[in-house]
């Protein structure tokens, strides 16, 4: 672990626009040096609102408060179907490829079951239909049903994973707006959104 002085001293050496990159991105950063990044955001008279901005995103929430905030997700509206019923976190792979293309589609989200059981079921059978049609679909499709056979049969653990993921991308966030009635709904709402869709061409 570096000392904190020698970190205290690589900060004061970095110009004002990385000062800033570092603000708003301070996920991961130990508490004394929040507060070294804080002291430089003072000192050079950045944008005093960062400071604000890097105590939200850092104050991650644990123990009993963690558990209060699973529950409550856990408790929500789905956000497909708006029914109020248990959720869970869930993952779902798509695979679709042509002659040389394949493409990935991911998507994380935390709904309902029954939603869960209908894209899970639309989800493996466009991979099943057209996840072989190219040299790496042939060995990725298999995978990927494999994958999804694996996440059904331990979907707690994969709805833990996830859920944790979405407190730990939404720290802010949810600190900054856990005040406010349905401020949980709307960001499990953009959490919801479409993740990413990597292609690979050769």
């Known amino acids: 672990m570096i000392p904190v002085e020698e970190?205290?001293?690589n900060?004061?050496?970095l110009d004002d626009p990385t000062i800033q990159k570092i603000a708003l991105n301070p996920k991961g950063l130990r508490k004394e040096v929040v507060e070294i990044l804080n002291?430089?955001?003072?000192?050079?008279?950045?944008n005093i609102n960062l400071i604000e901005f890097v105590k939200?995103?850092?104050?991650?929430y644990d123990g009993e408060e963690r558990e209060?905030?699973?529950?409550?997700?856990k408790n929500s509206v789905c956000t497909n179907c708006n029914e109020e019923t248990e959720l869970k976190g869930y993952k779902f792979?798509?695979?679709?490829?042509?002659?040389?293309?394949l493409s990935h589609d991911e998507k994380v989200q935390i709904i309902c079951s029954s939603c869960a059981k209908k894209m899970r079921l639309r989800?493996?059978?466009?991979?099943?239909?057209?996840?072989?049609?190219?040299?790496?679909?042939l060995f990725a499709t298999p995978v990927s049903l494999i994958s999804d056979f694996i996440e059904i049969l331990r979907k707690e653990k994969y709805s833990k994973e996830v859920i944790n993921e979405f407190i730990d991308e939404n720290t802010g966030s949810l600190r900054r707006l856990e005040t406010q009635n349905g401020a949980l709904t709307t960001i499990l709402k953009r959490f919801n959104?479409?993740?990413?869709?990597?292609?690979t061409n050769k």
Do not use: D, V
């Open 7 to 9: 970190i205290r001293k």
């Open 11 to 13: 900060y004061e050496k």
């Open 39 to 46: 002291n430089e955001i003072r000192k050079r008279n950045i």
């Open 56 to 60: 939200f995103e850092t104050n991650f």
């Open 68 to 73: 209060k905030l699973i529950y409550n997700i």
């Open 93 to 101: 792979n798509t695979l679709t490829s042509f002659i040389i293309a």
């Open 123 to 137: 989800s493996m059978l466009i991979t099943l239909s057209l996840g072989w049609w190219s040299r790496e679909g």
């Open 193 to 199: 959104q479409p993740r990413k869709i990597l292609n």
